[in-house]
């Protein structure tokens, strides 16, 4: 487990939640990932607009933006939310690993002052994206008689803070929730 200290970067974050352009929004992650995740996670780097680009420019108003916790509009690779419930902004990234060319989503938790490190997927395609899902309860695949199976099997999930969703727009999709009880993510299959 990787720490940083929170208060390096408090006052870089300090954008009112309301309001921002998608600029704002790009300098939070900017920032967030060059003076805090950076550290934690060396060997890797943000997705170049060669791997990327602005798909949040093409896909507005369609049904598939990827919003973060303020519902604000955001580039794909990147999401923030109240994921552990401790108050303060966690965020998530997809990465790509310097030497390999692999994407890797990774979860920054903030944990008193400082955050955490926490790999949650590796080794997957381009074309997925991340958005912050609103606490709530939803129905699984496995409800549907669809896709891979969840944790147990269930045929829903409650998310009691915000989560991660890890999606490719018209295809397979999975929520990540933070679990209070084992202090970590369970993936949930929503869709195939």
């Known amino acids: 487990m990787k720490l940083i200290h929170t208060s390096l970067i408090a006052a870089a974050l300090a954008a009112p939640a309301t309001g921002c352009t998608i600029v704002d929004q790009e300098r939070k992650y900017r920032v967030?990932?060059?003076?805090?995740?950076?550290?934690?996670?060396?060997?890797?780097?943000?997705?170049?607009?060669?791997?990327?680009?602005?798909?949040?420019?093409?896909?507005?108003?369609?049904?598939w933006e990827t919003r973060d916790g303020s519902g604000e509009t955001k580039a794909e690779f990147w999401t923030s939310g109240e994921f552990n419930g401790d108050g303060t902004l966690d965020y998530a990234y997809i990465l790509v690993e310097d030497a390999t060319d692999t994407r890797t989503l990774f979860g920054f938790l903030s944990i008193e002052e400082d955050y955490e490190i926490e790999q949650l997927a590796a080794g997957f395609e381009w074309g997925i994206w991340l958005r912050?899902?609103?606490?709530?309860?939803?129905?699984?695949?496995?409800?549907?008689?669809?896709?891979?199976?969840?944790?147990l099997n269930v045929l829903e999930f409650e998310a009691r803070n915000q989560a991660i969703d890890f999606f490719q727009p018209e295809g397979a999709a999975s929520s990540f929730v933070w679990n209070e009880v084992t202090q970590s993510f369970e993936q949930f299959w929503i869709s195939d």
């Open 32 to 63: 967030f990932f060059s003076e805090t995740a950076q550290a934690l996670v060396p060997g890797h780097r943000l997705p170049d607009e060669s791997q990327y680009g602005p798909a949040w420019a093409i896909i507005e108003g369609h049904g």
């Open 132 to 151: 912050t899902r609103a606490p709530g309860r939803y129905a699984t695949a496995a409800s549907r008689g669809i896709g891979p199976d969840s944790p």
